[in-house]
């Protein structure tokens, strides 16, 4: 996998998502958000999160999730159960999936990262094709934005503490990093920042 020319992955099929807008510095892309997403909650498979990123959502099918109607979200690329990847927005425009954060410092971190979204819940093992898909992905993104490394990849809590908690404490983040230490160059891997 590889993201080409137009900040798109090769191969990925691309949904567009009107809840973008431009990065304040396009080149200002230094930070991946891993997060969670199941709709409704706990159901996979039922697509809904890709009708969310693109407003999509038929309330009259799915009424417990009329709270949702209006929200304007997205996110870059969204990984489901099987495995399958969906994108969004272009990795150089600016996804809404983060809200309220902070990132050493700097706030608003929709301005400067990536978000990808894991079909999954809080209190659910992620599949090992996630792991799979999201290594690649991920090593993808290292090999395009020179600013992104190990130390820059971290989950929607970690920038939103208190108010968020995906990926939840299933996700295996030492798994993770242990598959992408095998595909990324090691001056990437320093995992010290
Ligand atoms: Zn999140």
């Known amino acids: 996998m590889r993201v080409l020319e137009n900040h798109r992955l090769e191969g990925v099929q691309f949904l567009p ?7 304040s510095a396009a080149a200002d892309v230094t930070l991946v958000v891993i997060h969670c997403i199941s709709l409704p909650r706990g159901e996979f498979g039922s697509k809904v999160p890709s009708a969310l990123f693109t407003n999509s959502i038929d309330f009259y099918r799915y009424e417990e999730l009329k709270d949702l109607d209006g929200l304007r979200v997205s996110a870059h690329v969204l990984v489901e159960r099987n495995g399958e990847v969906t994108q969004f927005v272009p990795f150089d425009k600016r996804a809404w999936h983060a ?25 659910s093992e992620y599949e090992d094709i996630q792991y799979d898909v999201l290594t690649a992905i991920l090593t993808a993104l290292f090999a395009r934005y020179s600013a992104i490394s190990f130390g820059n ?19 295996d983040w030492r798994r993770l990093f242990s598959k992408l230490a095998k595909n990324v160059p090691s001056h990437k891997s320093s995992n010290s920042s």
């Open 153 to 171: 990849v971290v989950g929607h809590a970690e920038i939103a503490a208190g108010r968020k908690t995906d990926p939840g404490p299933l996700f």
């Open 17 to 23: 998502s009107p809840n973008c807008d431009e990065r």
């Open 99 to 123: 809200g309220v954060s902070t990132w050493q410092g700097r706030t608003n971190c929709n301005d400067f990262s990536i978000g990808i979204e894991l079909e999954g819940t809080d209190d």
